[in-house]
Antibody, heavy 123, light 110 residues
Framework: QVLLVQSGAEVKKPGASVKVSCKASGYTFTSDDINWVRQATGQGLEWMGWMNPNSGNTGYAQKFQGRVTMTRNTSISTAYMELSSLRSEDTAVYYC????????????????WGQGTLVTVSS | QSALTQPPSASGSPGQSVTISCTGTSSDVGGYNYVSWYQQRPGKAPKLVIYEVSKWPSGVPDRFSGSKSGNTASLTVSGLQAEDEADYYCSSYAGSNNVLFGGGTKLTVL
C-alpha cells in the first residue's frame, strides 16, 4: 500500500522559512516524482511544483520560483518542501502527492496524497 | 497562468444527475487530454475520481463520468448519493511540466 506521511503543523513568523517533510512507503521512492500542492483555508488547490527523487531535478510553478526549494533524502525515502520569505498569504495546508502511474508510465494526475501539513504564518 | 474556472456551487437531489464544468484555454484543457477531477471531503486530502478526461481509477464508481469539448471539461455525477457531497476540483496539464487546478465546486446533495 502506497503511503505518504507528512510532518506536523508549523507556526512561523513573517519572513521566516518552513520545511515540510513527506515520507514515502509501499513503493520504490526513487521511481516516481513527488509533487507539492497547497490549499489556503477555504480556497482551492494550487500546484507548487515537482521533484524527481532519483535525479533531484525539480520544476517549480512560476509563482513560487525563487522562494521554494524541493529536495530529498533517498536513504530515508523522504521528500522535503522548503518555502522561504513567508508572508500571511502562505498560510495554508501543504500536500505532497505522487503521480498516478499505469504500467510504469506516470501521468500529471495525483494519487495518493499525503495527509497535509498546516503551515500558519502569523506575527 | 490562471486557475481553471469552475462554478462555486452545484446541487441535486438523491438519484438525480449533476454536471460540473471546468473552463480553461487552448493551452491547458483544450490542448491536452490530461484532465482530471478530484473529490475532497472536509478535512481530508483530495481523492482522484477521474483521469485522462473520462477514465476511472480503481474503486471509483461509474456514477462518476467525465467529458471534454474544446476548452471545457465536465464531470457528471449520476444517481446522486449523500456520500457524494464534497468539493470537486478539476485539473489540467498546462505544458512545460505545469499543472493547473480549478477553483473548486461545492456539491450539495439536497
Amino acid at each position: 500500500q502506497v503511503l505518504l506521511v507528512q510532518s506536523g503543523a508549523e507556526v512561523k513568523k513573517p519572513g521566516a522559512s518552513v520545511k515540510v517533510s513527506c515520507k514515502a512507503s509501499g513503493y520504490t521512492f526513487t521511481s516516481d516524482d513527488i509533487n507539492w500542492v497547497r490549499q489556503a483555508t477555504g480556497q482551492g488547490l494550487e500546484w507548487m511544483g515537482w521533484m524527481n527523487p532519483n535525479s533531484g531535478n525539480t520544476g517549480y510553478a512560476q509563482k513560487f520560483q525563487g522562494r521554494v526549494t524541493m529536495t530529498r533524502n533517498t536513504s530515508i525515502s523522504t521528500a522535503y518542501m522548503e518555502l522561504s520569505s513567508l508572508r500571511s498569504e502562505d498560510t495554508a495546508v501543504y500536500y505532497c502527492a505522487r503521480p498516478f502511474c499505469i504500467n510504469a508510465v506516470c501521468y500529471p494526475y495525483f494519487d495518493p496524497w499525503g495527509q497535509g501539513t498546516l503551515v500558519t504564518v502569523s506575527s | 497562468q490562471s486557475a481553471l474556472t469552475q462554478p462555486p456551487s452545484a446541487s441535486g437531489s438523491p438519484g438525480q444527475s449533476v454536471t460540473i464544468s471546468c473552463t480553461g484555454t487552448s493551452s491547458d484543457v483544450g490542448g491536452y487530454n490530461y484532465v482530471s477531477w478530484y473529490q475532497q471531503r472536509p478535512g481530508k486530502a483530495p481523492k482522484l475520481v477521474i483521469y485522462e478526461v473520462s477514465k476511472w481509477p480503481s474503486g471509483v464508481p461509474d456514477r462518476f463520468s467525465g467529458s471534454k469539448s474544446g476548452n471545457t471539461a465536465s464531470l457528471t455525477v449520476s444517481g446522486l448519493q449523500a456520500e457524494d457531497e464534497a468539493d470537486y476540483y478539476c485539473s489540467s496539464y498546462a505544458g512545460s511540466n505545469n499543472v493547473l487546478f480549478g477553483g473548486g465546486t461545492k456539491l450539495t446533495v439536497l
